[in-house]
Structures are given as C-alpha cells and as structure tokens.
C-alpha cells in the first residue's frame, strides 16, 4: 500500500496504532481493497512520492474491505456524485501498525534485488496505491528492512 509520507506515513501510523486506508479511486485498486486484502494479512507500507520512495515498514489487515463512508460526503476531497448508498463505488479497509523498518528500503533497492524483478512495484507504469505482493517478495523486502 502507497501512501505520501508527507499526508501519512508509517510514523503516523505508528502513532495511531490503527486508521482506515481510504481515498482510492482506482477501481483495480479498489477491487484489492475490496477482494482480495483479508483480515490479518500483512502489508508492505510504501512512502510514494519521497525522496526516495520505497518500503518503511509493515502493516496488518485489521478489518476487511467496507464502503468508503467519504464517497457520500459533498464537503470531503473523496466525494463522488455516482457512488449511491445501495450501490457504494468505493472501499476502505483498516490497518493497523505491525513495524518500522530499522532500514529504510529505496525503490532503488527493490529494483537492484535479483529476486524482485517481477514485484509489480519495481515495473515501469505500476502506479497503483493498492497492489498485490507475493509471498517471496514480501519475505525478501522484509528481509531487507530489518537488517
């Protein structure tokens, strides 16, 4: 999951201990969101848009894919006039915080990583805030970040 750290960031997180992922507005990316991310699964927590971006820690799956309440609020930025209560555009899921990596691990780093070339995050035009991670990798970036 991809976040700027400067609107929230693992350290926010940390801090919260837990807090709702919202503001998706991709719908391959809300069909993760929605789908595919299950109570307790863990999650890569990935600052975008840093100098550098890459992975900072971990989160966990704390509640299941539930409709965005701020797609039917007109005075949030998430607003959407299409999204209709019986019939919800968008998904939130919660996270809670799990840890903060000891080392910080840079998209640099990830690509430089023989076994991640396949991540969907080290391939050009990848751009979604919510993308699938498998097993492998997320052991590898893990590895990565608590050495």
Same mark, same amino acid.
Not at 112 to 118: F, Q
């Given at each position: 999951?991809?976040s700027?750290?400067?609107?929230?960031?693992?350290?926010?997180?940390?801090?919260?201990?837990?807090?709702?992922?919202?503001?998706?507005?991709?719908?391959?990316?809300?069909?993760?969101?929605?789908?595919?991310?299950?109570?307790?699964?863990?999650?890569?927590?990935?600052? =975008?848009n840093?100098e !550098?971006s890459? +992975?900072?820690?971990?989160? %966990?799956? /704390?509640? $299941?894919?539930?409709?965005?309440p =701020?797609?039917?609020d !007109?005075?949030? +930025?998430?607003?959407?006039? %299409?999204? /209709?209560? $019986?019939?919800?555009?968008?998904?939130?899921?919660?996270?809670?915080?799990?840890?903060?990596f000891?080392?910080?691990?840079?998209? $640099?780093?990830?690509?430089a990583?023989?076994?991640?070339?396949?991540?969907?995050?080290?391939?050009?035009?990848t751009?979604?805030?919510?993308?699938?991670?498998?097993?492998?990798?997320?052991?590898?970036?893990?590895?990565?970040?608590?050495?």
């Amino acid at each position: 999951m991809k976040s700027e750290p400067a609107a929230y960031s693992i350290d926010d997180l940390e801090r919260e201990r837990r807090t709702y992922w919202d503001g998706v507005r991709n719908f391959q990316a809300r069909n993760f969101l929605r789908d595919s991310m299950k109570k307790g699964d863990p999650v890569l927590f990935y600052h =975008s848009n840093a100098e !550098p971006s890459g +992975v900072a820690g971990v989160a %966990r799956i /704390a509640r $299941e894919g539930y409709p965005d309440p =701020s797609q039917w609020d !007109p005075k949030d +930025v998430h607003f959407d006039p %299409r999204a /209709a209560k $019986e019939k919800p555009l968008w998904y939130v899921v919660d996270v809670e915080f799990v840890e903060k990596f000891r080392s910080f691990v840079p998209l $640099e780093a990830l690509k430089a990583e023989r076994g991640l070339k396949d991540m969907l995050v080290t391939r050009r035009g990848t751009r979604l805030s919510v993308q699938p991670v498998a097993k492998g990798h997320f052991e590898t970036v893990r590895r990565m970040g608590t050495r």
